[in-house]
């Protein structure tokens, strides 16, 4: 076969290719197989490209690769690409055309320039290398300039510019009544409960208290005490107002038949009662074992409370009724001169004093501190 032969036969083959491909653009169909619709703003099907994307794909890999090692345009081949840039100064050109008229195209038709999701799928992808790159380099994962400062990602300027940016956002949607500042709720409550978990952790680890972090809690407890009793006093105070206002003590909702708790507070608390009950024994026990109070955690000497915890467990326990009767005192007054002689806590003691002092008793009185109830007063 002569070159003529073959340059007619490429010539005819090429012909028909065209026919071929206008008949098929004509009728809507694929123009490489002709069976089925393309895709949208494609020129062939599904089907077809999905079958020829691994062996193009490879093909132009390749062909890059080979156009780069040589130090030309990996587009053209031609000619060497412009500094800075990936491509000559032609195919640029030709790009930027191609591009600005394909958004022209899709802006009239009022379809989005670019695939939404491909797109952010792209910028993520390339910003995870960004960050990776930066990170092993140790430098600011912000501006990949400056080295970060200790212990954070970003330099100082970076993370200064950041702080204000978040500051006049969060100023501006606190004006529009956003929670958070504008961003998701559920997310910023979950990574409120996560940092809380960890600096809980943190500070149970360390032995602190876990409300301030500064002292040590109190034997069997989680908080220490000036955050036990600001949190008891806080507590006594809500539960007054709520009371005051005729609201359930524990939820701040309507009560019913005059109570102090709403009905699901009321079964939930009953409902807390076995678990209570069961940490009160075992502290008791544990308590009584070690000689200690089993109120207030103090040496008590073998007994089960220290004196100053029975003494107040008596007196407001149900044995305790009525006004108690305190032994009185005597103080013996001399009705001539004014003076005092005692005070005295019986009457022998007062009859010794007058006999002492030599007062006869028509020249004294004798001065007593018994209440007028105490006629009335008694121990049950």
Known sequence: MTEQDIATRRARDLERYHRQTAERRAKGLCLKCGKRPPAPHRSQCGACAEKRRPADLARHRRRTEERVARGLCPKCGKQPPVPGLALCEPCNEKRNRASRARDARLRAA???????????AYER???RREVERRRAEGLCLACGKAPPVEGRAHCEPCAEARRARERARYAKAKAEGKLYGGRKVETRRRIGRERS???DEAR???GLCMSCGRHPPVEGGASCEPCRKAKRAAERALYAARRAAGLCGTCG?????????CAPCAVAETARYPAKNAVRREQYARRKAEGRCTDCGAPSQGAARCA??????????AYFKGMPVFDPQFTVVDLETGDEHGPFDSWEDVALAMAFARLPPGRVEVLTDAPATASIAAWE
């Open 197 to 199: 978990r960890r600096r």
């Open 204 to 206: 149970r680890a360390a």
């Open 308 to 317: 100053p915890c029975a003494r107040h467990s008596y007196e407001r326990s």
């Open 253 to 261: 909702g309507p009560t019913t038949d005059g109570g102090s708790r």
């Open 110 to 120: 009022g379809m989005p320039r670019r695939d939404p999701e491909r797109v952010r």
């Open 125 to 127: 992808e390339r910003s």
